[in-house]
Every structure is written in structure tokens, then in C-alpha cells.
């Protein structure tokens, strides 16, 4: 009997071992040969260019990466279901790759009420939830340890671009906003930054599928602004708005927020595009004397694509930054050696090819970057 107990003494350490090596034993969405990302994004809907060209610059990345043997040996896959931009469908979609799927995280949530809507969800189940495409408020406060952004929030836009107009004395403004919830944030967020500001403002809201924009016309005529500032993510929408003014004589300045979907906008209008003012998180994409930007002009062209957008330079941001905590997270990979991994990256000790990210244990929103580009009459940008 002495003997038997010594004998299971002696190989139960080994047992334990190899079950704790063992596939069944692996992270969730983790292989010897993958690492299973999972992304909910409007692939259809208001929101659907913006949504595609976020997952072409990230495929950009993370297909490179792949030929190149992967991280650690592991390919990246990444899932993406489509939400039409509604937050209901986006909330199952997260589920389903949380319970269904198996993601190891989440990846490039594109818009707020996607993104809203799939944080909590995610927090629940401790799966990171990496660089949603939003500047949304209620993601960059409070705190959530399973919550990384790589792009400046909209308040930050918000604010440079009241700095603006301060600069060159305009105090009239009219925010046109989309209806709903989300729009009634950034409509309230607006309203007390204007109010510091001493701007005069005048909000609009708009349906999202631009329908009968006569009364919204209507309206901003009958304001006698100066400027119109366009927060709604569906740029035929806003080409309609554009045209509907000029059309009636509107002489004003217009300007839009980082998520309005910028080239397609300027393709959309031609040479009614010139002049309008666009908030940028992420440098130009014709910035070519900057690293990070020659690396995305190549790899871009490598993987076949001719266009170069803004949305697509932050999804291949998104996924160089993500690959990095991956790699620092060796191996032996978790969850939470990724966030850990992710939490130690700077511009310390990251290069970022001339565009800072700064993660800390108490901080990961990891860009405050915000710059203004204005339209030309061909579809380009200048800064």
C-alpha cells in the first residue's frame, strides 16, 4: 500500500502537468498554431464604408504578420460579424463570439453603440475589448481595465476645434447631430463645451438615413451661423446636407468629426468638398516622410489596395499595437498577460514609427493625437 501511495506520489506531479499543457487547458481562443480574435462592425448600414475600410487596414497588419510566421508561431484569425450599426445586434454579436466563437479578445468595434453596447458584455466575461472606432465618452470614463483605445475622444476633437474657432473669433455654431441616444450624448457634450467656450450653438438633429433633410436645411439657414459642424456617421447623409446648403447659398465653413467617413465624403462631393474641415486621430495617410505612414502605404499596396484613408491607417495602428502586446506577452499566452503586456507599452519603449502610444496600469486610452485636415477639390486632404 506504501509503495502504491509513493508511486502516485511520484507521477501525480507529471499528470499535472501535462494537463495543465494540454489543449483543453489552453486560453480560450488560443491554439499551437492561431489566435482567435473576434470583431462586430456595421459591414452593412450607415456606417459601412468606415466599418470596411477599418477592417482592410487591419488585415493589412495582420496579414504580414502571418507570412511572417505569425506571433510566436501562432496565426492571427480574426471573426467579423456584422451589426448594421445597431447596438441590439451588436450585444448578440458579442455574445456570439464570446460564448459561441471562442475569441481570445476583441478587435476594431466600430462606432459608440456598438462599442457600448459590447463593454459590458465583454467586462463580464474578462475579454479585452482592443481599439474601438469611436471617440465615444462613456468608453473613455470611467476606468475599465478590459478596455484599450488608440484614438483621441470625441471630446478631445471637440475641444481642439472650439480652440479654432476661438482663434479666428467665430461664435456661431449649429451641431447637426443623428437622432437617438448616442446623438443626444454628443449633442449634451457639445452643448457644455460651447458654453465654455462662449460659442452660441444651435443643435439639429438629423435621422440617420437622411431622410427629408428639408427641415434640418430649413433650420440651419434660419440660424445665421457661421459654421456647421456635422456628427453623424453616414457621409451621404452629410453630402446631402452639403449640397442642400451650397444649393441655397449657404457661404459658412463646415466641419466634421473624425468618424463621418472623410474620403468617402470628399469622393461623394467632388469639387464641393473644398475647404471642409475634418478632425483627424491618426496622421495623414500622405504623410509619407513619417515611418508609421510609409509602412502603411506598403503594406497597403502589398495586400492590393489603392485607396488610402484615414480609417484605414487607424485599423492598421490598431493592429501593429495590439501584435506588440502579443508578442511581449510571450508564448504562454493569457488574457491577462495581454492586458498586463499592453498596460507596459509607451513611447518609451515602443517604436510607433513617429505616432505615440502611451498605455499605463491606469490608463489605456493610449492616443490623445488630434489634428485638422481640409478637404481639396479632388478628393484630397491637406494638413
Known amino acids: 500500500m506504501q509503495k502504491r501511495r509513493r508511486r502516485w506520489l511520484r507521477i501525480l506531479p ?24 473576434g470583431q462586430s462592425a456595421g459591414m452593412s448600414g450607415p456606417a459601412a464604408y468606415l466599418s470596411r475600410q477599418v477592417l482592410i487596414g487591419a488585415k493589412a497588419y495582420f496579414d504580414k504578420v502571418n507570412q511572417q510566421g505569425g506571433v510566436h508561431g501562432r496565426r492571427i484569425e480574426l471573426i467579423t460579424r456584422d451589426d448594421q450599426y445597431s447596438p441590439s445586434l451588436a450585444a448578440y454579436n458579442t455574445r456570439q ?3 459561441n466563437d471562442k475569441v481570445f479578445a476583441l478587435f476594431g468595434f466600430v462606432g459608440w453603440p456598438a462599442s457600448q453596447a459590447a463593454l459590458p458584455i465583454a467586462a463580464k466575461a474578462r475579454v479585452p475589448l482592443f481599439a ?3 471617440g465615444g465618452d462613456s468608453l ?3 476606468f475599465n481595465r478590459y478596455l484599450f483605445t488608440v484614438r483621441a475622444g470625441y471630446s478631445d476633437e471637440y475641444a481642439h476645434f472650439l480652440r479654432n474657432m ?3 473669433g467665430i461664435r456661431k455654431l449649429v451641431l447637426v447631430y443623428p437622432q437617438g441616444r448616442y446623438g443626444m450624448l454628443v449633442k449634451q457634450d457639445m452643448e457644455r463645451k460651447a458654453k465654455a467656450g462662449a460659442v452660441e450653438l444651435t443643435a439639429v438633429d438629423v435621422d440617420m438615413d437622411g431622410v427629408n433633410l428639408a427641415p434640418v436645411l430649413d433650420r440651419i439657414i434660419a440660424s445665421r451661423t457661421d459654421v456647421v459642424m456635422l456628427a453623424n456617421a453616414s457621409y451621404k447623409t452629410n453630402a446631402g446636407i452639403v449640397r442642400g446648403l451650397r444649393s441655397r447659398g449657404f457661404l459658412g465653413q463646415f466641419f466634421c468629426l473624425s468618424f463621418v467617413g472623410q474620403k468617402a465624403l470628399a469622393d461623394e462631393l467632388g469639387e464641393l468638398a473644398l475647404g ?6 491618426v496622421p495623414s495617410p500622405w504623410r509619407v516622410s513619417m515611418p508609421l505612414v510609409a509602412e502603411y502605404r506598403k503594406r497597403m499596396a502589398e495586400a492590393g489596395h489603392d485607396e488610402l484613408t484615414f480609417s484605414s491607417l487607424e485599423g492598421y495602428i490598431a493592429a501593429r499595437v495590439l501584435v506588440e502586446g502579443l508578442r511581449r506577452a510571450s508564448r504562454d499566452l493569457t488574457r491577462e498577460k495581454l492586458i498586463r503586456s499592453l498596460e507596459s507599452i509607451n513611447s518609451r519603449n515602443h517604436d510607433g514609427g513617429g505616432h505615440a502610444i502611451n498605455f499605463a496600469p491606469g490608463n489605456h486610452n493610449g492616443s490623445m493625437y488630434v489634428d485638422t485636415a481640409v478637404m481639396t477639390r479632388d478628393s484630397g486632404f491637406l494638413n
Open 14 to 37: 507529471l499528470l499535472l502537468l501535462a494537463w495543465s499543457l494540454s489543449p483543453t487547458h489552453a486560453e480560450t481562443g488560443i491554439s499551437d498554431t492561431r489566435i482567435l480574435l
Open 276 to 281: 471642409i474641415l475634418v478632425t483627424q486621430v
Open 132 to 134: 474601438p472606432v469611436t
Open 97 to 99: 463570439l464570446i460564448e
Open 166 to 168: 476661438n482663434g479666428l
Open 140 to 142: 473613455y470614463r470611467p
